[in-house]
C-alpha cells in the first residue's frame, strides 16, 4: 500500500508558508518568514520524493535487524526526538549523546549537535550505517528494498529508477525537509495580534528578547543561529565530549555545540546535547544561575563570551518558561500517527 501526502496550502500570519503541489513531479516550495528550505541542485524536492521518504523513515526494515527505524529515535510524538537522555540503537545500543530534534532541520545548514553532516542528505546516511544505531549496509538495504514491489514502484515513481544508496538518501533527506513548525502564537504576536500571547508569556517575551538575550543565539524565524557554543556542559564527563572540535580539529571549538531550534521546544525534551535537563525549567535554571562557571578550566576557556550571570526572579523564570511553552508551540505541528507500509 503508498501513503500519499494530502496537498497543502499554509500561508501563515508573519509570512509562513507551505506548499505540496498536488503533482507528484511538482516541486514543493516551504517558507519560514524569509527563511527557505536549503535544498541541494542534484535533489529537488518533489512529492513523490517526499512521500516515499515518509515511507522510508517510518519503516524498521532499514535497520539490519528489521527492528530500529529513523522514527525509533525521532518519534513526533516526542518533538521529533525520542523523550529519552540519550539515542538508543540496534540490541538496545546505547549513545552518547541526545537525539536532536528534526523540527525545522530542513532549514538549518548543520546537522547533528556537532555539524559533521552538511546536508540532510548525509545526515539520513550517517544513522543507517552507524553500528550503534540501524546498522546497515546501503548496498543490502538497497537489494532488500528492490525486493519490495511497493517501493520499487515509488522509486520508479520519485526517480524514474530502483533504489539505489543515494535515492533511499535523498527521499529521506526529502520527507525531512517537510517537518516543519511554523505559525505559533508567537508570530500572531508580532504580526500585531497582542491576545494571542497570555499576559504571562508577553512579559516572558520581553525577558526573552531583551533583559535574557536569548536572541543572541536563539534568533531570526527559526529561533537558531545555526552557530556552535559551549554553553559550560559537559567537559566534567570522563572523557569529556569536545563537541564541534572533533570534526573541525580546532581547539577554540572544543565543548561547542550546535544552537537547537527553539520551535515547539516544550515537546522535545530532555534538553541539551547530553540529554541532562529534564524540563525547561532546569535549563533556565542553568542560564541565570551561572551552572557554566564550574571548576573545569578546559571547559572555562571556551565558555562563550555571550554567557552571562544575570539575577532573575521566580516570577521572571516562570514567564519566560511560559513564552517558550505557549508561545513557541506551532498550531500546525508536524503530526504523523499512523503509517501504512509497502510491500
Same mark, same amino acid.
Given at each position: 500500500?503508498?501513503?500519499?501526502?494530502?496537498?497543502?496550502?499554509?500561508?501563515?500570519?508573519?509570512?509562513?508558508?507551505?506548499?505540496?503541489?498536488?503533482?507528484?513531479?511538482?516541486?514543493?516550495?516551504?517558507?519560514?518568514?524569509?527563511?527557505?528550505?536549503?535544498?541541494?541542485?542534484?535533489?529537488?524536492?518533489?512529492?513523490?520524493? $517526499?512521500?516515499?521518504?515518509?515511507? *522510508?523513515?517510518?519503516?524498521? +526494515?532499514?535497520?539490519? &535487524?528489521?527492528?530500529?527505524?529513523? =522514527?525509533? !529515535?525521532?518519534?513526533?510524538?516526542?518533538?521529533?526526538?525520542?523523550?529519552?537522555?540519550?539515542?538508543?540503537?540496534?540490541?538496545?545500543?546505547?549513545?552518547?549523546?541526545?537525539?536532536?530534534?528534526?523540527?525545522?532541520?530542513?532549514?538549518?545548514?548543520?546537522?547533528?549537535?556537532?555539524?559533521?553532516?552538511?546536508?540532510?542528505?548525509?545526515?539520513?546516511?550517517?544513522?543507517?550505517?552507524?553500528?550503534?544505531?540501524?546498522?546497515?549496509?546501503?548496498?543490502?538495504?538497497?537489494?532488500?528494498?528492490?525486493?519490495?514491489?511497493?517501493?520499487?514502484?515509488?522509486?520508479?515513481?520519485?526517480?524514474?529508477?530502483?533504489?539505489?544508496?543515494?535515492?533511499?538518501?535523498?527521499?529521506?533527506?526529502?520527507?525531512?525537509?517537510?517537518?516543519?513548525?511554523?505559525?505559533?502564537?508567537?508570530?500572531?504576536?508580532? $504580526?500585531?495580534?497582542?491576545?494571542? *500571547?497570555?499576559?504571562?508569556? +508577553?512579559?516572558?517575551? &520581553?525577558?526573552?528578547?531583551?533583559? =535574557?538575550? !536569548?536572541?543572541?543565539?536563539?534568533?531570526?524565524?527559526?529561533?537558531?543561529?545555526?552557530?556552535?557554543?559551549?554553553?559550560?556542559?559537559?567537559?566534567?564527563?570522563?572523557?569529556?565530549?569536545?563537541?564541534?572540535?572533533?570534526?573541525?580539529?580546532?581547539?577554540?571549538?572544543?565543548?561547542?555545540?550546535?544552537?537547537?531550534?527553539?520551535?515547539?521546544?516544550?515537546?522535545?525534551?530532555?534538553?541539551?546535547?547530553?540529554?541532562?535537563?529534564?524540563?525547561?525549567?532546569?535549563?533556565?535554571?542553568?542560564?541565570?544561575?551561572?551552572?557554566?562557571?564550574?571548576?573545569?578550566?578546559?571547559?572555562?576557556?571556551?565558555?562563550?563570551?555571550?554567557?552571562?550571570?544575570?539575577?532573575?526572579?521566580?516570577?521572571?523564570?516562570?514567564?519566560?518558561?511560559?513564552?517558550?511553552?505557549?508561545?513557541?508551540?506551532?498550531?500546525?505541528?508536524?503530526?504523523?500517527?499512523?503509517?501504512?507500509?509497502?510491500?
Amino acid at each position: 500500500m503508498h501513503c500519499r501526502l494530502t496537498t497543502i496550502v499554509l500561508l501563515f500570519i508573519f509570512s509562513f508558508s507551505a506548499a505540496l503541489p498536488a503533482e507528484e513531479g511538482d516541486r514543493v516550495d516551504i517558507q519560514l518568514s524569509y527563511l527557505k528550505l536549503r535544498i541541494p541542485n542534484d535533489n529537488p524536492l518533489t512529492v513523490a520524493k $517526499a512521500e516515499l521518504g515518509k515511507q *522510508l523513515f517510518f519503516d524498521p +526494515r532499514l535497520s539490519r &535487524d528489521n527492528t530500529i527505524s529513523c =522514527a525509533s !529515535c525521532h518519534d513526533p510524538a516526542k518533538g521529533w526526538s525520542n523523550g529519552e537522555r540519550y539515542a538508543t540503537g540496534i540490541g538496545g545500543q546505547v549513545g552518547t549523546r541526545s537525539v536532536p530534534s528534526l523540527v525545522n532541520a530542513g532549514f538549518q545548514q548543520h546537522q547533528f549537535w556537532d555539524g559533521r553532516a552538511g546536508s540532510l542528505e548525509e545526515q539520513a546516511r550517517q544513522p543507517i550505517e552507524n553500528p550503534i544505531e540501524m546498522d546497515t549496509k546501503l548496498a543490502a538495504l538497497t537489494t532488500k528494498l528492490n525486493q519490495i514491489e511497493g517501493y520499487r514502484q515509488q522509486f520508479q515513481r520519485a526517480f524514474k529508477a530502483d533504489a539505489s544508496p543515494e535515492h533511499i538518501m535523498q527521499a529521506i533527506a526529502s520527507f525531512v525537509r517537510t517537518i516543519v513548525s511554523g505559525e505559533a502564537p508567537y508570530d500572531r504576536y508580532r $504580526a500585531g495580534d497582542l491576545a494571542a *500571547l497570555s499576559p504571562a508569556a +508577553r512579559r516572558g517575551h &520581553d525577558i526573552f528578547f531583551f533583559k =535574557a538575550n !536569548c536572541r543572541a543565539c536563539h534568533q531570526g524565524p527559526n529561533f537558531t543561529d545555526d552557530a556552535f557554543h559551549n554553553i559550560g556542559i559537559g567537559m566534567e564527563s570522563p572523557p569529556p565530549d569536545v563537541g564541534r572540535a572533533g570534526v573541525t580539529k580546532y581547539e577554540g571549538d572544543v565543548g561547542k555545540f550546535k544552537t537547537p531550534t527553539l520551535r515547539d521546544i516544550d515537546r522535545s525534551a530532555p534538553y541539551m546535547h547530553d540529554g541532562r535537563f529534564k524540563t525547561l525549567e532546569e535549563v533556565v535554571d542553568h542560564y541565570v544561575d551561572g551552572a557554566f562557571l564550574n571548576d573545569h578550566s578546559d571547559e572555562l576557556m571556551n565558555v562563550d563570551e555571550l554567557m552571562n550571570v544575570f539575577p532573575m526572579t521566580d516570577k521572571e523564570k516562570a514567564d519566560l518558561i511560559a513564552f517558550l511553552k505557549e508561545g513557541l508551540s506551532s498550531y500546525q505541528y508536524p503530526e504523523i500517527s499512523t503509517l501504512n507500509l509497502p510491500d
